[in-house]
């Protein structure tokens, strides 16, 4: 012992702590205004990539063409940054934008294409047709969220949840997005890779250099990045390096190719009905359910990752609950005002929250201050929404790894040396990936999933559950952690059930009152069990 010179002390290992340290600002802490008005822009900056990306994929193939794809765009803020305020006062009160779901493509996508369109010569009154459809499908999903949240059901299920079966749920809603960050940045890798480089360099090592500036560079290396590719990209387009490239290349690398800034009007209000009264299908409702019960699955491993980097502590299971009420909420906003896709907390800002160390509640609801502006404004959120994908990507590649990595820290909670939980863990992961990649690959080469029966509502279903890698990877964790030994003394120690148990119920750690509780003392009137 005396030759190695070291103290006992340093081969201890690091205390587990249910609250993440080294956060700047909590979630019931604000930065200074001018920081937070700043932070809110950014976040709001985040979510215009899924957001423009999901009206990219589904309004062309509804029929709607550049200014239809345009007022879809606007709807979509104005509505998320309703759902967003909504979320942050009644809901969970975690610092999470409420924006697009990848989950409802597919559903979307299969009335986009439905047979019933045929018959329709102007593509703009297919696209209305089209939405109208969709609407109805929202706002009957939108019920079946709220009475799984408000009658409690998620409550329910969550009182079950362990630090073991969420390791798996939060890694993959960040991995599993993998498809958005790479693979789309080499789109066109001459913009795409030196935004990756820059948020890297700005955000994890110009705060070494300068440690009297280390707090701005790291809470804006977004925007420094953006600002500084994407005036790259402009003097690109404007040297007539892409006039004579592929049109893909043009698509993804042009400054001036979105279509969105022309066809955007100066001034629009979005309101509801207004692609006209919404229908109801059965069939296609009930796609779309299952799209909302993997949004709810997907939101609760986004919402975990929040309450860590806001450095609250985890979420009590009447909390987690109401949360879910909300996103139902939120989900009839998206059907009456037609978003033409349903809603759910964003992965991409959970991850923000972590590479700014900011958790402030407050810098969330400005942000959806931002969105209803910039929703009404059309011209000038037209021109943010023009910005190349390829940046957006190269964000997601830092912001869906923090996600990733919110889900390795709870294994803080559990015995890493149980082989139990490396099972489970090492499991689910694997086919929570493995089998959303079969189910993709499949659609992709044939077509149609491999689920394929007469019956297009079910094969929708399938397709819909088994694409999701959060949704696969929870089911398989959460069964296994039910079911695998649970008799046994040594699983709830092992799984870290007794690390969370003081938060099941509301009322008895004094903290959680202080992260949840509802404004002007609501709980008086909705109180949490």
């Given at each position: 012992?005396?030759?190695?010179?070291?103290?006992?002390?340093?081969?201890?290992?690091?205390?587990?702590?249910?609250?993440?340290?080294?956060?700047?600002?909590?979630?019931?802490?604000?930065?200074?205004?001018?920081?937070?008005?700043?932070?809110?822009?950014?976040?709001?900056?985040?979510?215009?990539?899924?957001?423009?990306?999901?009206?990219?994929?589904?309004?062309?193939?509804?029929?709607?063409?550049?200014?239809?794809?345009?007022?879809?765009?606007?709807?979509?803020?104005?509505?998320?940054?309703?759902?967003?305020?909504?979320?942050?006062?009644?809901?969970?009160?975690?610092?999470?934008?409420?924006?697009?779901?990848?989950?409802?493509?597919?559903?979307?996508?299969?009335?986009?294409?439905?047979?019933?369109?045929?018959?329709?010569?102007?593509?703009h009154r297919r696209f209305k047709a089209s939405m109208r459809d969709v609407q109805g499908s929202l706002i009957v999903a939108s019920f079946f969220t709220?009475?799984?949240?408000?009658?409690?059901?998620?409550?329910i299920v969550s009182r079950f949840f362990s630090p073991l079966a969420a390791i798996p749920l939060v890694i993959l809603t960040g991995l599993g997005l993998?498809?958005?960050?790479?693979?789309?940045?080499?789109?066109?890798?001459?913009?795409?890779?030196?935004?990756?480089?820059?948020?890297?360099?700005?955000?994890?090592?110009?705060?070494?250099?300068?440690?009297?500036?280390?707090?701005?560079?790291?809470?804006?290396?977004?925007?420094?990045?953006?600002?500084?590719?994407?005036?790259?990209?402009?003097?690109?387009?404007?040297?007539?390096?892409?006039?004579?490239?592929?049109?893909?290349?043009?698509?993804?690398?042009?400054?001036?190719?979105?279509?969105?800034?022309?066809?955007?009007?100066?001034?629009?209000?979005?309101?509801?009905?207004?692609?006209?009264?919404?229908?109801?299908?059965?069939?296609?409702?009930?796609?779309?359910?299952?799209?909302?019960?993997?949004?709810?699955?997907?939101?609760?491993?986004?919402?975990?990752?929040?309450?860590?980097?806001?450095?609250?502590?985890?979420?009590?299971?009447?909390?987690?609950?109401?949360?879910?009420?909300?996103?139902?909420?939120?989900?009839?906003?998206?059907?009456?005002?037609?978003?033409?896709?349903?809603?759910?907390?964003?992965?991409?800002?959970?991850?923000?929250?972590?590479?700014?160390?900011?958790?402030?509640?407050?810098?969330?609801?400005?942000?959806?201050?931002?969105?209803?502006?910039?929703?009404?404004?059309?011209?000038?959120?037209?021109?943010?929404?023009?910005?190349?994908?390829?940046?957006?990507?190269?964000?997601?590649?830092?912001?869906?790894?923090?996600?990733?990595?919110?889900?390795?820290?709870?294994?803080?909670?559990?015995?890493?040396?149980?082989?139990?939980?490396?099972?489970?863990?090492?499991?689910?992961?694997?086919?929570?990936?493995?089998?959303?990649?079969?189910?993709?690959?499949?659609?992709?080469?044939?077509?149609?999933?491999?689920?394929?029966?007469?019956?297009?509502?079910?094969?929708?279903?399938?397709?819909?559950?088994?694409?999701?890698?959060?949704?696969?990877?929870?089911?398989?964790?959460?069964?296994?952690?039910?079911?695998?030994?649970?008799?046994?003394?040594?699983?709830?120690?092992?799984?870290?059930?007794?690390?969370?148990?003081?938060?099941?119920?509301?009322?008895?750690?004094?903290?959680?009152?202080?992260?949840?509780?509802?404004?002007?003392?609501?709980?008086?009137?909705?109180?949490?069990?």
């Amino acid at each position: 012992m005396a030759a190695g010179g070291g103290k006992s002390d340093d081969f201890q290992p690091f205390p587990v702590k249910d609250q993440l340290p080294g956060v700047d600002f909590c979630l019931s802490s604000t930065p200074s205004w001018p920081e937070a008005v700043l932070l809110g822009f950014q976040h709001y900056l985040v979510m215009l990539g899924t957001t423009v990306i999901i009206s990219s994929i589904i309004v062309p193939l509804m029929g709607g063409g550049n200014v239809e794809k345009a007022d879809v765009i606007n709807t979509v803020l104005f509505v998320a940054g309703i759902n967003t305020l909504l979320q942050t006062l009644f809901g969970s009160r975690l610092p999470v934008v409420i924006g697009g779901s990848y989950a409802f493509i597919i559903p979307t996508i299969s009335i986009a294409l439905s047979r019933r369109y045929s018959t329709f010569v102007d593509p703009h009154r297919r696209f209305k047709a089209s939405m109208r459809d969709v609407q109805g499908s929202l706002i009957v999903a939108s019920f079946f969220t709220m009475v799984i949240g408000f009658f409690g059901f998620w409550r329910i299920v969550s009182r079950f949840f362990s630090p073991l079966a969420a390791i798996p749920l939060v890694i993959l809603t960040g991995l599993g997005l993998y498809a958005q960050g790479f693979p789309q940045l080499a789109r066109c890798i001459e913009i795409g890779l030196p935004a990756l480089v820059a948020v890297v360099f700005l955000s994890q090592y110009v705060p070494h250099f300068l440690k009297s500036r280390r707090g701005i560079f790291e809470r804006f290396a977004i925007l420094f990045s953006v600002a500084i590719v994407w005036a790259f990209a402009e003097i690109l387009t404007a040297a007539g390096a892409y006039d004579n490239r592929a049109p893909q290349t043009q698509f993804s690398c042009r400054t001036d190719r979105s279509g969105l800034i022309s066809a955007a009007p100066w001034i629009r209000f979005p309101y509801p009905f207004q692609w006209g009264r919404p229908r109801f299908n059965a069939g296609d409702a009930v796609a779309v359910i299952a799209a909302s019960f993997v949004a709810i699955i997907e939101s609760t491993g986004t919402f975990i990752t929040a309450s860590r980097y806001a450095s609250a502590t985890p979420m009590p299971p009447s909390v987690l609950s109401r949360g879910v009420g909300w996103l139902g909420v939120g989900l009839l906003l998206d059907g009456l005002f037609g978003t033409g896709s349903g809603s759910t907390a964003s992965v991409e800002n959970a991850g923000l929250l972590g590479l700014t160390r900011v958790g402030s509640r407050t810098v969330i609801q400005i942000s959806a201050v931002f969105m209803l502006f910039f929703s009404v404004l059309g011209k000038f959120g037209a021109v943010l929404a023009s910005i190349p994908l390829p940046i957006m990507a190269a964000l997601y590649c830092v912001l869906f790894a923090y996600v990733a990595s919110a889900g390795l820290g709870l294994l803080q909670f559990c015995n890493l040396n149980s082989f139990r939980t490396k099972f489970i863990v090492g499991f689910s992961v694997f086919m929570g990936l493995s089998v959303p990649q079969y189910f993709n690959q499949y659609l992709l080469v044939s077509g149609h999933g491999p689920v394929h029966t007469r019956s297009t509502w079910f094969n929708n279903v399938m397709q819909v559950i088994f694409s999701s890698p959060a949704t696969v990877g929870f089911i398989v964790a959460f069964f296994l952690d039910c079911t695998h030994s649970y008799g046994h003394s040594s699983v709830r120690r092992d799984s870290g059930r007794h690390w969370w148990e003081k938060f099941r119920n509301f009322n008895t750690d004094t903290r959680s009152e202080e992260f949840y509780s509802l404004p002007a003392n609501l709980n008086r009137f909705f109180p949490s069990f």
